[in-house]
């Protein structure tokens, strides 16, 4: 079990699937839902019109600002209610400007932090709702009368269905206790209906729940409880499963990474920057942009080196995912440039480190790879697990491109790409994103770590929370590479003991070798 705190599992935000350096709640998550709020919420719900968004529009001409208001106030109004997520065990509860996430399993009913309206609505109708942690939702009222609305997660690819529900859940009108026994339950409940790899992961989820649930009494311990969770979980090996439980009388965290390999962390990426610097580079320092997150340097022989650290954190501001893709926009202006993708001063190859990388937005890989290519390709196809009694079961597939980005130099030629055990997440979906690129690509290094989903935050009665994957990744045949990573073309040791101890790089000069046409270092 690892519960140091620079691990690259950080529970995401319950309720909200996101990457895994998503914040941590902000200790209104754990309360259980109130019967008393939802149904008040249901009562104003109940006096609430749903007026259809062009039946307030009375001229043909460009709409005036008094149109606009009208329009959003319409939209508004055609999204009160209560709606089912298609996937994800989630239930939205919208009135007026506030939008209350309810966690739904036929265990239980919890409320996680509710978000408000920020802003005016978007062209399409779009609405914001944003909650104190930094999580957006975007729901989109439906486009024509019989339709579907739908929700996005910023930061996070993919449109998820709305259901309109005629009344909360039942699940959701009576209160959901917090003794050991029901927070088991709704743990394990979660899992069944959401989990979308016990197959790939070896493990018979029924006869867990038959061994481990009859050690639960009402004398249970906290950590006793923490004990049997933690065990129900190690088996599965999937660093997008965790468990924290920090209240004021316990303070543990459990997660496990797939068997013999590191994750990222603050000191390897320190430790493997400063070899990169003197040994790859020569002396020379990696020039930095993204707010560290990334650095670049020329190499002898017409090679460039750019090294990716994260999908996040780009900015020190709260501008989130916007801000994000905005600054990688302004540090690709500067790596990617006309000098370097033509004429005399070109780039012969470009060496992608993505070794150390501790995931963050899949767009941002997306953006990255859109440099890269001049012409349009199959990035990955996405779905979630939407039947809590079918494993087999999953939404539409939702299919992303890369798409040349305009107006900005490309680069279109050979890339070697270097990849570990230390690679996670959206630094995966990334890899997974280049595997289509019509200009060879060679991954050279190790396995990926082999967690794709984004991360599903959930909370459980007593006020801990925990994580798992519900989602899928798969390329344009229908692999996945949930589980064992994405392997290397050319495989070679990285970050072992022995590497370290003797000074050596392996992964690097073989990129090196193969873009240049020399021999490896010995």
């Known amino acids: 079990m690892t519960s140091h705190s620079d691990h690259p599992v950080r529970l995401p935000h319950p309720g909200l699937p996101f990457r895994l350096r998503a914040r941590r709640g902000n200790g209104t998550l754990g309360r259980r839902v109130s019967v008393s709020a939802v149904l008040a919420l249901a009562g104003v719900l109940l006096t609430v019109t749903g007026t259809p968004a062009g039946a307030l529009t009375g001229s043909s001409g460009p709409p005036g600002p008094g149109d606009r208001e009208a329009t959003a106030d319409a939209n508004r109004r055609s999204l009160d209610g209560f709606w089912r997520v298609d996937g994800y065990g989630l239930v939205l509860g919208i009135a007026g400007g506030e939008l209350q996430p309810y966690e739904t399993t036929?265990?239980?009913?919890?409320?996680?932090?509710?978000?408000?309206?920020?802003?005016?609505?978007?062209?399409?109708?779009?609405?914001?709702?944003?909650?104190?942690?930094?999580?957006?939702?975007?729901?989109?009222?439906?486009v024509r009368h019989g339709g579907a609305a739908s929700l996005r997660f910023?930061?996070?690819?993919?449109?998820?269905?709305?259901?309109?529900?005629?009344?909360?859940?039942?699940?959701?009108?009576?209160?959901?206790?917090?003794?050991?026994?029901?927070?088991?339950?709704?743990?394990?409940?979660?899992?069944?209906?959401?989990?979308?790899?016990?197959?790939?992961?070896?493990?018979?989820?029924?006869?867990?729940?038959?061994?481990?649930?009859?050690?639960?009494?009402?004398?249970?311990?906290?950590?006793?409880?923490?004990?049997?969770?933690?065990?129900?979980?190690?088996?599965?090996?999937?660093?997008?499963?965790?468990?924290?439980?920090?209240?004021?009388?316990?303070?543990?965290v459990a997660h496990w990474l797939r068997p013999d390999t590191l994750g990222p962390s603050s000191e390897l990426d320190a430790k493997v920057q400063a070899l990169v610097e003197r040994r790859d580079l020569g002396g020379v320092p990696l020039r930095m942009f993204a707010n560290g997150a990334i650095g670049y340097a020329d190499l002898p022989g017409g090679l460039g080196y750019l090294r990716i650290t994260r999908f996040d954190g780009y900015t020190t501001g709260a501008g989130?995912?916007?801000?994000?893709?905005?600054?990688?926009?302004?540090?690709?202006?500067?790596?990617?440039?006309?000098?370097?993708?033509?004429?005399?001063?070109?780039?012969?190859?470009?060496?992608?480190?993505?070794?150390?990388?501790?995931?963050?937005?899949?767009?941002?890989?997306?953006?990255?790879?859109?440099?890269?290519?001049?012409?349009?390709?199959?990035?990955?196809?996405?779905?979630?697990?939407?039947?809590p009694d079918d494993a087999r079961a999953f939404t539409r597939p939702q299919p992303f491109r890369v798409e040349p980005a305009v107006h900005v130099p490309r680069y279109t030629g050979p890339v070697a790409l270097l990849t570990a055990g230390s690679t996670v997440s959206a630094g995966e979906t990334f890899a997974q994103a280049l595997i289509g690129r019509p200009t060879t690509t060679t991954r050279i290094g190790d396995n990926t770590q082999g967690i794709f989903s984004d991360l599903l935050g959930r909370l459980l009665p007593n006020g801990w929370q925990f994580s798992l994957s519900n989602e899928r990744f798969l390329t344009r045949t229908g692999r996945s590479f949930e589980g064992p990573g994405i392997p290397p073309d050319i495989r070679t040791p990285v970050f072992t003991d022995d590497e370290f101890a003797n000074d050596r790089d392996s992964a690097f000069d073989r990129a090196r070798a193969l873009l240049t046409g020399t021999p490896t270092r010995p």
């Open 106 to 142: 036929k265990a239980g009913c919890l409320r996680s932090a509710p978000a408000h309206r920020v802003g005016g609505a978007d062209p399409d109708g779009t609405i914001h709702f944003a909650d104190m942690d930094g999580g957006v939702y975007l729901v989109r009222p439906a």
């Open 154 to 252: 910023e930061g996070s690819l993919g449109t998820h269905a709305l259901r309109r529900l005629g009344a909360p859940p039942a699940t959701c009108r009576v209160p959901t206790a917090a003794d050991p026994l029901t927070t088991f339950d709704v743990f394990w409940e979660t899992f069944r209906e959401n989990y979308a790899f016990f197959g790939t992961r070896g493990v018979d989820w029924e006869a867990m729940r038959a061994e481990q649930r009859p050690k639960i009494t009402a004398a249970t311990t906290e950590n006793q409880l923490f004990d049997i969770l933690a065990a129900m979980i190690e088996p599965l090996h999937d660093a997008h499963v965790g468990l924290r439980a920090e209240t004021a009388t316990i303070n543990r």
């Open 320 to 387: 989130g995912y916007p801000a994000d893709a905005a600054e990688l926009a302004c540090a690709l202006d500067d790596i990617i440039t006309s000098a370097r993708v033509s004429g005399p001063t070109a780039w012969r190859g470009l060496i992608v480190d993505d070794r150390v990388n501790s995931g963050g937005a899949d767009p941002l890989g997306l953006q990255i790879a859109a440099r890269l290519t001049d012409r349009p390709y199959l990035a990955y196809i996405k779905q979630a697990r939407n039947d």
